[in-house]
DNA sequence: CGGGCATTTGAGCAAGATCAAAATGGGTGG
DNA sequence: CCACCCATTTTGATCTTGCTCAAATGCCCG
């Protein structure tokens, strides 16, 4: 997710020596099966997916979307068994590890390691916010807040283009991460477009009016996500 | 949260030398103020307390019940500001970690930065879990899981006695927990009084059908949260 | 052209919210 | 010990947001 400190030489080729390769998934496959028990720890480098959570009736919540840089498994893979699966949103590409890699980096270079660590707060504070939107926010707001949090987290690795960015969620997708019924998620969909508020067609999301749809969303500024200089 | 690898005890004494001290907070008390930036990192050692956001005009979403044992801050200290406030359940005594200790501890003790990112990654299991409640579950499933959840953590610190736990959060909290509002609250919890499910009174909470109220919340088992040898 | 998925629309329903007020239940100062 | 205060719990009544069911429409792809 966008702004890293600065990486040493050194530390790259560390990293880089160690990737067990890339690999693809097309769109719709599972990344990581729900409840296996992966070893690995991935990267994802082009492409969009997600992580979710089911109920055993087979209602889903996602629980998470994941864009090109996120870092994926931290959760999974130091945790014994994957509580959650990982599905492929379009054709997707990822860059795998060892999960023996984790204890090496900590020995090695601590640094890196506690961007590890970084990492994984920051996933639960992504994390947080949607629990607050999904407990506490209406429909509109719930909606309002993710278009705006999805673009500027894919403007943010440069997925924007005059003025929108690919959105291969479907309708089902956004109503299993919020929480809502697909019906009601078009809904609300509509009564944004009608508003002037966003541009969703044809597989692309643009937001009419910034402002105001952050003002729908009851939604403020964060202070920027930068690591602290310890 | 239970189930640790051994520490050794180097890394005890390495620990304990850092200690800034003990401190204490009463009830109602704020741990952290919401949007500070609080340079410490904290171990609850006794008491209860919890973790929460809110929005603008008021409405609360509690994020996460904080239970003697957990490490508080990972999200809030490593991340800059705190993007979340934390407020003392019952009387409470925190032990308290510069914030510096963090790089240290990655140079000298790997295996406890190991840990440390560990138990960031498990703090978003149980952030997921909600949301899974929250998003997808009705309130009847809601409260008998957060019930069976909280009975099972407070269990396994010892909080148990005699077939319960001491239950300090008032209805408002279980509502502000679970996105629901504090009447509909009320009424779930006479529900599962009536049917015998549990027994909550006198700051109290037991559980009367331990497999009944798993079954009405459509939960079962994770796999038991421990770490993986590496 | 036909099947399968996603989106859209309509109608009725219901889970849970809101509003209001009464009943409890400690705690506190006199 | 009592009177009072304030927070919490409980109850009742009504309303609304968002759900369910059902069907139509549009679209892509073989």
Redesign the interface.
Known sequence: MADFRRVSTSELTWIDARKLGQWRCEAGAAVVEEGSDHKRLYTLLEGWAFRF?M???G???I?NIILPGDVLG??AE????S??GVEALTDVSLCAFP??M??AL??EH??L??D???L??????L??????S????SALERVAMLLVHLYKRAASVGLAEGGSIPFPLTQAHVA?T??LSVVHINRVLQRLRRGGLIVLKEGRLGIGDFRSLRRVA?Y?D???????L?
């Not at 994390?127 to 607050?132: A, G, I």
């Not at 999904?134 to 926010?137: A, D, I, P």
């Open positions: 959570r109920l055993p009736d209602r889903r919540q629980l931290l959760q130091l945790l014994a068994g509580p959650h999960r023996t984790a204890l900590y020995r601590p640094e390691a506690l590890l660590t970084w994984a707060a920051h996933g639960e504070r994390t947080d916010e949607v629990l607050l999904v407990g506490r926010r299993d919020l929480g009851a403020w964060q202070p920027a996500p930068v690591r602290p310890l």
